[in-house]
């Protein structure tokens, strides 16, 4: 089983909403990933996190605030958000134990956002 | 600094013709290789990947090498259906957490 899971599906705020999207995967994976998906164009990684801790940021915005409770659980918090941060966020995960080698990354569907 | 090409698409396709999506990449070291689906309104789907030079993925009919020598992993297909118009991305591993995609290419086959 490789899946990932993702909620909501879809998720319409305003700028001055909080709001928070969530991940999860059942595969054992250590290593969980955030990624932002504009139309036409390939995901960009914002936040890995390795064993429960932030192993890379790609200096994102400190309106996205990404939280690892437990190894099986992704979220990634919302606040005062831009139209400009409308798009489709994936989340992934991988095994996170592969010792410096390359991991094969397996997404879920994404949550797509709106932001009035 | 490494990079992934992938040819401009969109690609259009009878049913039943034969699909080839050329991928092109630099980088140092020996990078590992994938090939990722996104049907419509969907996440990422894994489609095949590659580890090592002369290393073939496949899954579901589609095929891909890993050749050094040309830099290259294309992406090819026997026999295409309409179930498989999707954007394809070709991405490489770069350390043990980072890829980098190319730009996709968007295939639609007509029946």
């Known amino acids: 089983d490789t899946e990932v899971t993702q909620t909501p599906k879809h998720l319409v705020m305003g700028m001055t909403n909080k709001k928070s999207l969530k991940c999860e995967q059942h595969?054992?994976?250590?290593?969980m990933y955030w990624y932002k998906q504009k139309a036409k164009k390939p995901p960009e990684l914002m936040f890995v996190?390795?064993?429960?801790?932030?192993?890379i940021n790609e200096s994102v915005p400190s309106r996205f605030s990404p939280e690892c409770p437990n190894s099986s659980l992704l979220n990634l918090h919302l606040h005062a958000l831009q139209p400009e941060d409308s798009a489709l966020y994936l989340c992934?995960?991988?095994?996170?134990?592969?010792?410096?080698?390359?991991?094969?990354?397996?997404f879920g569907p994404g949550t797509r956002l709106l932001v009035l | 600094g490494d990079s992934v090409t992938q040819m401009e698409g969109p690609v259009t396709l009878s049913e039943e013709a034969f699909l080839t999506i050329n991928c092109t990449y630099t980088a140092t070291g020996y990078p590992s290789l994938f090939w990722y689906v996104q049907y419509p309104g969907e996440g990422l789907q894994l489609l095949l990947k590659a580890t090592k030079a002369d290393d073939k993925g496949s899954n579901k009919g589609f095929e891909a090498t890993y050749r050094k020598e040309t830099t290259s992993f294309h992406l090819e297909k026997g026999s295409v259906q309409v179930s498989d118009s999707a954007v394809y991305f070709c991405a490489l591993g770069k350390g043990t957490y980072k890829y980098i995609f190319g730009t996709g290419t968007r295939l639609k086959v007509l029946a």
């Open positions: 992934a995960s991988s095994q996170g134990t592969s010792g410096g080698n390359q991991e094969t990354q397996y």
């Open positions: 996190y390795s064993y429960e801790k932030l192993s």
């Open positions: 595969m054992g994976h250590r290593a």
